[in-house]
């Protein structure tokens, strides 16, 4: 489990908790169901309107993503690459085949079966480009969907606060009532800066995360696999594929694991 993500929300959750307590108020006077269906419920339909239903669907369901944790390591990759790399130059492409049998990302291993078929290189760059491609768009979807959500969040918090205001003022007859009637109005706003800021945004930008580092362990397979098919050194091999990491990184990673 990715203990950031966790820690974020709850923590998050702790701190409203904690400045609501603190002025010692009632906690239950923070919850209303009426506001929580027209902020929540309202938000939610803008963006079932918004996508298509099985995006909308997946996009409920990655949020089990961002909880999982990633095990993608770009050092652990390279180290694979490397050590395919010794294998090809020992005994060969075709034992390539053979190697792949205990690799379990099936991208690395696609590439691996193109390389060994002797498909032509640009070609092999191609097809695994495309399916990088795809594979970013479909992780767009997934993080449109909350910064969709987040955007409709406080937009529907405000339509709830409206709806309040105008019940409000519609019954002005009862002075008393105005001060917790507006009290209610207001609670659609901070419902909906909530689903914004303390859900739907650390949500997107987490994915982005994760995004961004399987497209560079992606790349990093490409350009090894691309290495190896050219015949190359696997320590020029190594220190090319080091240099999509950053330099701090890059000490971590194991050095001399090519071989002469």
């Known amino acids: 489990m990715d203990i950031t993500s966790l820690l974020g929300i709850v923590l998050g959750l702790a701190m409203v908790i904690f400045g609501i307590l603190s002025n010692k108020a009632d906690i239950f006077g923070y919850i209303d169901v009426p506001s929580v269906i027209i902020t929540i419920g309202g938000s939610i339909t803008g963006v ?92 767009k979807k997934v993080i449109g969907f909350w910064e969709k959500w987040a955007e409709l969040g ?26 917790p009637a507006m009290a209610v109005a207001l609670l659609t706003t901070l419902y909906g800066s909530m689903i914004a800021n303390w859900l739907c945004i650390p949500i997107a930008a987490k994915m982005k995360v994760n995004n961004d580092l399987e497209i560079i362990v992606k790349d ?3 350009e090894g696999l691309l290495s190896i098919q050219a015949g190359e050194n696997p320590r020029v091999i190594e220190e090319k594929l080091k240099s999509f990491l950053s330099p701090a990184v890059r000490e971590s990673v194991g050095t001399g694991g090519g071989e002469e």
């Open 48 to 139: 079932l309107g918004s996508f298509k239903l099985g995006d909308f669907i997946n996009g409920f369901k990655s949020i089990a993503l961002v909880m999982k944790e990633d095990a993608m390591d770009p050092g652990e990759i390279i180290g694979n690459v490397i050590n395919l790399a010794n294998v090809a130059r020992k005994e060969g492409l075709l034992a390539l085949e053979e190697a792949s049998n205990d690799i379990d990302d099936p991208f690395l291993k696609k590439g691996i079966m193109l390389v060994v078929d002797g498909t032509d290189p640009e070609l092999v760059r191609g097809i695994l480009e495309t399916e990088l491609t795809c594979l970013e768009d479909r992780h």
């Open 154 to 179: 406080p937009a529907w918090g405000m339509i709830g606060t409206l709806i309040g205001l105008v019940n409000m003022l519609n019954n002005m007859e009862d002075a008393s009532a105005i001060g």
């Open 220 to 222: 990093v397979m490409v």
